[in-house]
């Protein structure tokens, strides 16, 4: 009989990112910021702002690469917005596959079936949490409602070190995942991985955060549409032009 604790079914892979892109991505987002490309943290479809549920600035990073669906990103200074967009992007790829293998083998399957299928990176949303507001204090799973049910795994990137407190909990598995630039944290997006991401009183925190869902039919379209309207009505974004999402698998 396999008897495994919560804990060792969370995924964190250090130096998953190299410094650099760490930085460059903090540096490009403050730029974006300064250009009013950003908005206020979100939380659901339904694009209401709670600070009590999260207090964040946040900057969607999600590029075209061959895909039908829409979405859209800022056009300030394109080459090193490419850069860090694809490297984000394949670290986020070769460690939710590893993160699957590492599952699967702890089964004793050598058979993965969850990549059989078409995926999407549905989000590449760089977030800041100052140190003196909330942080994301509310306990939730990222597939949270029937309009979210396709996700299937929450990765997460720190961009920089945080020393005191700023941790992502996770309750249920008696975990605080320490910020650390370039590690990536992996969950499975749903039920029993309530998680929060506390604040840290010394420090503003930077993470990237993502959802790898499943398509089904026209339904990740939708979805980013609507996602699209919220932004749009939070801020004016005279530069932000619709683009094809990126195809995960």
Not at 63 to 88: C, M, Q, V, Y
Not at 188 to 203: D, M, Q, T, V
Request: negative net charge; charged residues 25%.
């Amino acid at each position: 009989m396999i008897d495994r604790k919560l804990s060792e079914l969370v995924g964190v892979y250090d130096d998953a990112i190299p410094l650099e892109i760490c930085e460059k991505t903090i540096k490009y987002f403050e730029e974006c910021d300064k250009l009013e490309f950003t908005s206020k943290g979100s939380s659901g479809l339904s694009g209401n702002v709670n600070t009590k549920v999260k207090q964040s600035t946040d900057l969607q990073l999600l590029w075209e690469h061959g895909s039908s669906n829409p979405f859209f990103t800022p056009t300030h200074d394109p080459k090193t917005f490419r850069e860090i967009h694809n490297a984000l992007i394949e670290a986020m790829i070769l460690h939710c596959r590893k993160y699957t293998v590492e599952l699967l083998e702890m089964v004793g399957s050598n058979h993965n079936p969850f990549f059989q299928h078409e995926m999407q990176l549905t989000s590449l949303q760089v977030q800041r949490y100052r140190k003196d507001e909330a942080g994301y204090p509310a306990l939730h799973v990222e597939s949270e409602g029937p309009t979210v049910l396709t996700r299937f795994l929450a990765p997460l990137i720190y961009l920089n070190d945080i020393e005191v407190e700023g941790e992502t909990e996770i309750p249920l598995a008696g975990m605080k995942v320490k910020p650390k630039a370039g590690r990536i944290l992996i969950i499975p997006a749903g039920i029993p991985f309530w998680h929060r991401g506390l604040k840290s009183p010394e420090k503003d925190k930077y993470v990237v955060t993502s959802w790898v869902e499943y398509v089904v039919g026209n339904k990740l379209i939708s979805n980013m549409e609507k996602q699209i309207q919220i932004l749009r009505k939070q801020a004016d974004m005279p530069n932000m032009h619709i683009n094809p999402s990126l195809l995960f698998y």
